[in-house]
């Protein structure tokens, strides 16, 4: 059974809109959440990350918006590009110097010209 | 600076068969792993190494085995390969930060 549950499998978007991919989980021990990108063909590759002691981090076009009393945490894409078409994955661990790293299931986003 | 190399990149076996993921990193870094990939499953650690000479079952580990033959290498063995065990492996390295590689394609036949 998953530890980080992630939402939708699959995501169409425009260029210009915005992708909303969203994450919870369960295990309060989890205080680590970082988001990685794989393109086809590709391993996946560190995007962005959040720890629990602020509920947003932007970094450029993406912003993770995370909310502590909920368990949930999300992945928004402003101006989505057809270049961001890839696979984002969740993820959550119980510190930064944790091994045991949760990956959530993955979201295809395809980004339309 | 490759960062991580996997080899082979491609591999058919046929079930019963044994074969070894090789891993390599040019990143010093302590930490190493092992995860398969499955549509709709996302990424499941098998078994990770957090130093030269130790090795722990992550969360799939049934049906391999791991050698961290150094700081820099970490192989993961299948002695009998299985129709299930078809997927994509990536090995990591890193902590806080993973560095993937390219990823193996195995299917067992």
């Known amino acids: 059974q998953q530890q980080v549950k992630q939402s939708p499998q699959s995501l169409i978007v425009q260029k210009g809109g915005i992708s909303i991919i969203n994450c919870a989980y369960e295990?309060?021990?989890?205080?680590?959440f970082p988001w990685y990108q794989q393109f086809p063909g590709k391993g996946p590759a560190l995007l962005i990350a959040?720890?629990?002691?602020?509920s947003e981090k932007k970094e450029g076009r993406f912003t993770i918006s995370f909310n502590k009393s909920a368990k949930q945490f999300s992945l928004h894409i402003m101006d989505s590009q057809p270049g961001d078409s890839a696979t984002y994955f969740c993820?959550?661990?119980?510190?930064?110097?944790?091994?045991?790293?949760?990956f959530g299931a993955g979201t295809r986003l395809t980004v339309k010209p | 600076n490759a960062g991580v190399t996997q080899t082979p990149k491609f591999q058919v076996l046929k079930t019963g068969q044994s074969m070894t993921l090789q891993c390599a990193q040019d990143?010093?870094?302590?930490?190493m792993y092992w995860y398969r990939q499955d549509p709709g499953m996302g990424l499941r650690l098998i078994y990770y190494?957090?130093?030269?000479?130790?090795?722990d079952k992550g969360e799939v580990p049934n049906g391999y085995n791991v050698s961290r033959l150094n700081k820099r290498e970490f192989s993961l063995r299948l002695e009998s390969a299985a129709p299930s065990q078809t997927s994509v492996y990536f090995c990591?390295?890193?902590?806080?930060?993973?560095?993937f590689g390219a990823g193996t394609r195995l299917s067992v036949l």
């Open positions: 993820a959550a661990s119980k510190g930064l110097n944790n091994n045991d790293m949760r």
């Open positions: 295990n309060t021990a989890f205080d680590y």
């Open positions: 959040i720890r629990p002691d602020v």
């Open positions: 990143m010093n870094h302590n930490s």
């Open positions: 190494s957090a130093s030269e000479g130790t090795t």
């Open positions: 990591a390295g890193g902590l806080a930060v993973q560095y």
